[in-house]
């Protein structure tokens, strides 16, 4: 996760509807951070939902390739050989 900067930096206005300012300026004041930041938050957050999606819907195409998936696996299993790579067994 990244830690948010406070520090002053460029801004821009955004116009947006009045519903949506309402309910912006409700979850900055809940949270007890201005409104710039909650927004920040909301836009990290939506990116990172778009970027597990992207992923599931590329691992749910990579496993309805059965000669892809086997290939997945058989490099995964290489690379599971090399977790415990030099260290004793507990």
Do not use: C, H
């Amino acid at each position: 996760m990244r830690i948010l900067n406070f520090m002053p930096s460029p801004t821009n206005t955004i116009r947006v509807a009045a519903r949506t300012y309402d309910r912006l300026k409700g979850l900055a004041k809940a949270e007890g951070k201005p409104m710039s930041v909650v927004l920040e938050e909301a836009v990290e957050r939506l990116e990172a939902d778009r970027f597990f999606r992207e992923m599931d819907a590329a691992y749910r195409a990579l496993r309805a390739d059965p000669q892809a998936w086997q290939e997945e696996l058989a490099e995964r299993a290489v690379w599971d050989a090399t977790l415990m790579d030099g260290l004793e067994e507990e």
